[in-house]
């Protein structure tokens, strides 16, 4: 990022264009000195240029660049030019403006001045024909560029209410002799189509300016004095209200700009100038961006309603919230909650089977407040289904073990006891299952656990704590061995983008031993303070 | 002035006391240098643990990623809060209505509430960060995902599959 600041050349006067020297990419500015134009009906705005100057930024000095030729057959009330406030308009690398020739007294035709910026001199050009009976009215045309790369003027009459766009015709044989002709291309009706009438409110201040977008094609915007802005599809031939300006106080100066952003190849370049100021602001302060650093610090602060739609808002924040280290920030900023696990026997689906489903309620506000029975497996719920390999399943009771870093850990025990049926009824033995189901409430991640080998007869191991690893974010739980050593299984922390409740048949990796006591008992008493 | 790293945490109470007394340099990226108490500086958990190491204290911190109109306003914050004592219910009345004001005043300059809240996030003072971090969620608040957007000028650039998910994610909640 580089900038620079410039001083003005004395006298009054304004930039009136800017551009990068198409050789050395130096950036360079261009003054007009001169003064208001005379006092006539809708002149207000304009001035009569009486010293071009150029500047190559870092240079400090002004240099003058001769004006154009005026045509000396013209008497002298038309050696003269005038200009409005309008930025230049650039094709081909020269820079383009829409002037008046002609002095106080009597308005003459339009021409349209072009600037070589390789060659440093200004031009003449033929502007639009004049229309039959009326005048050329500087304040009221302006000139833009379409994007095929063609000159286009706007002239809006206020007689007729209707705004036209003359096309520059570009000859074919690109050769300086043949003249290149102005087409009427379209005539557009001013009103728009909550009845205000453009023409009307049409000043030499009203800003015109070409947008092409892939939707809309290309658009006419066009800004009034009062902040309102309308723009006319070409394509669909019809006028949008894209603003009402709502004036604000400290918001001054807003400007309708159209801007490229400049590739790094052939930036231009400041000189010696660069770097001269402190600080750069953003233009419009509502529009500032976001650091995506602090993405996940900010919306940790949210309320779990309004998380829920920022996972819609864009890929950063989608991303943001659903990283693992998202959980416990946000799990730090909120009060803890007391939330009622209910685990109840649910039906649903076609054909219909049973569930076990677990319904989460806070007695705090209306989060995850629902109805199992309708919509299951609902984000304020979640339903383990049997599994159908093993149609004997059955769900004889689950525990609720706990809660760590958002991630609910129930642990649910299958039987063969209950709904057995037929001939071999008192005769298979029973069978049992157990599984840890964790669940993240608020990403609705879901994941199952098997218990470790040898877990499965009378002896229950308890789940004691379980974190999310500091580091890795991997989901760890931890059990209390029989013997003096414990035991710990790693799975994957359950992730808005992983699994979803539908498919909890997610399985990890087998238990594995932790080789030191002392680090699991540590890392045990982290997690039972809920802050690793 | 430097003290042995082991005794560092020990002697730290004790310095808190007579803090006052000592004035610490802290330098922007622009090379302009504050004078602040130490007592303010240690709002700052960064230099905070700078100091208990002993180190720079005589030259000074440089703070490469923090211009001197963010960090000017940074220390008035840690000034208000490193300098005055918050015992009684009018001292902290009065700190926390300096907080509404001091957030109240960023608020209308988003990209200088930005700025201030990475140089909290780097410096590490927490109820800076606590303070200009709410505030931003709180424009966040109960606002539709469009408006969210809107609000912060960012791109739509959500894939179909996204969309997909997102679609899914609404016909539950």
Redesign the interface.
């Known amino acids: 990022m580089t900038r620079a600041t410039v001083s003005p050349p004395p006298g009054r006067g304004a930039v009136i264009g800017g551009y990068a020297h198409p050789a050395t990419m130096r950036f360079h500015l261009l003054h007009a000195a001169g003064e208001a134009a005379a006092r006539r009906p809708g002149s207000l705005g304009l001035f009569v240029p009486t010293v071009f100057r150029v500047q190559r930024v870092g240079d400090g000095a002004w240099r003058d660049v001769p004006l154009p030729l005026l045509e000396q057959q013209d008497d002298h009330a038309h050696a003269q030019l005038q200009m409005h406030g309008a930025r230049s308009v650039t094709l081909h690398g020269n820079l383009h403006w829409l002037v008046q020739r002609g002095g106080s007294a009597v308005p003459g035709r339009l021409q349209v001045l072009v600037f070589e910026p390789a060659r440093e001199r200004f031009q003449l050009m033929e502007a639009p024909p004049r229309r039959h009976g009326e005048e050329d009215d500087l304040a009221r045309s302006r000139i833009v560029v379409l994007s095929n790369g063609k000159l286009c003027a706007v002239a809006v009459s206020r007689a007729t209410s209707t705004m036209e766009m003359w096309v520059l015709d570009s000859s074919s044989s690109s050769s300086s002799d043949t003249p290149r002709r102005w087409r009427l291309d379209e005539t557009i009706s001013a009103v728009t189509r909550d009845g205000r009438d453009l023409s009307r409110t049409f000043t030499s201040e009203t800003q015109v300016e070409l947008a092409h977008g892939d939707r809309e094609g290309e658009e006419v915007f066009v800004r009034h004095d009062d902040g309102r802005v309308d723009a006319y599809s070409l394509r669909r031939r019809k006028w949008t209200r894209v603003c009402v300006a709502r004036p604000k106080s400290?918001s001054v100066g807003v400007a309708l700009l159209p801007h490229r952003e400049s590739v790094a190849d052939d930036q231009p370049s400041f000189g010696e100038a660069s770097r001269l100021l402190?600080?750069t602001?953003?233009i419009?302060?509502?529009?500032?961006?976001?650091?995506d650093?602090?993405i996940q610090?900010?919306?940790?602060?949210?309320?779990p309603r309004?998380i829920?739609?920022?996972?819609?808002?864009?890929?950063?924040?989608?991303s943001a919230v659903s990283a693992p280290t998202f959980h416990r920030a946000h799990a730090a900023h909120r009060p803890a909650a007391v939330v009622k696990v209910t685990s109840k026997l649910a039906c649903f689906g076609k054909p219909w089977h049973y569930s076990k489903a677990l319904l989460l309620d806070t007695f705090r506000g209306r989060w995850y407040r629902g109805n199992v029975h309708t919509?299951p497996?609902?984000?304020r719920g979640i339903a383990i289904p049997a599994s159908s390999s093993r149609p004997w399943r059955h769900h004889a009771l689950t525990w609720v073990v706990g809660s760590w870093d958002g991630v609910v850990c129930v642990d649910v025990e299958y039987t063969s006891r209950f709904f057995r049926f037929g001939p071999d009824l008192g005769t298979q033995p029973e069978r049992r299952e157990r599984e840890f189901v964790l669940w993240n409430p608020l990403t609705?991640a879901c994941a199952t656990v098997p218990p470790p080998p040898g877990d499965r007869g009378r002896w229950h191991g308890v789940i004691i704590g379980a974190y999310a690893h500091p580091a890795t974010m991997r989901f760890h739980l931890l059990r209390p061995p029989r013997a003096a050593r414990n035991v710990a299984c790693s799975s994957r922390r359950p992730s808005v983008?992983g699994e979803s409740e539908t498919t909890p048949g997610a399985r990890f990796p087998s238990w594995k031993r932790k080789k030191k006591t002392a680090t699991t008992t540590q890392a045990c008493n982290c997690s039972g303070e809920g802050e690793p | 002035m430097a003290t042995g790293s082991g005794a560092a945490a020990a002697a730290a109470d004790a310095e808190e006391k007579e803090s006052g007394s000592r004035m610490i340099t802290l330098t922007s990226n622009e090379g302009k240098a504050f004078v602040v108490t130490e007592a303010s500086a240690r709002q700052s958990a960064t230099i905070r643990s700078m100091v208990d190491d002993g180190g720079c204290v005589d030259k000074g911190f440089p703070l490469p990623n923090v211009d001197s109109k963010t960090l000017a306003r940074v220390i008035q914050y840690c000034d208000e809060h490193g300098n005055k004592e918050a015992h009684t219910v009018d001292e902290r009345a009065a700190l926390a209505k300096f907080d509404k004001d001091f957030i109240a005043e960023l608020d209308a300059d988003k990209a200088f509430l930005y700025d201030v809240t990475m140089a909290a996030n780097y410096l590490h003072i927490q109820g800076l960060f606590a303070l200009t971090t709410q505030c931003i969620a709180d424009t966040i608040k109960g606002k539709t995902p469009e408006e969210i957007r809107t609000a912060f000028g960012i791109e739509y650039d959500l894939t179909a599959q996204d969309e997909e998910e997102i679609k899914e994610e609404d016909t539950h909640a």
């Open positions: 400290g402190d600080h602001i953003d419009d302060m509502a529009l500032a961006r976001l650091p650093e602090l610090d900010i919306l940790a602060r949210l309320p309004t829920v739609r920022c996972l819609a808002v864009c890929k950063a924040w989608r919509t497996p609902s984000p609705r983008s």
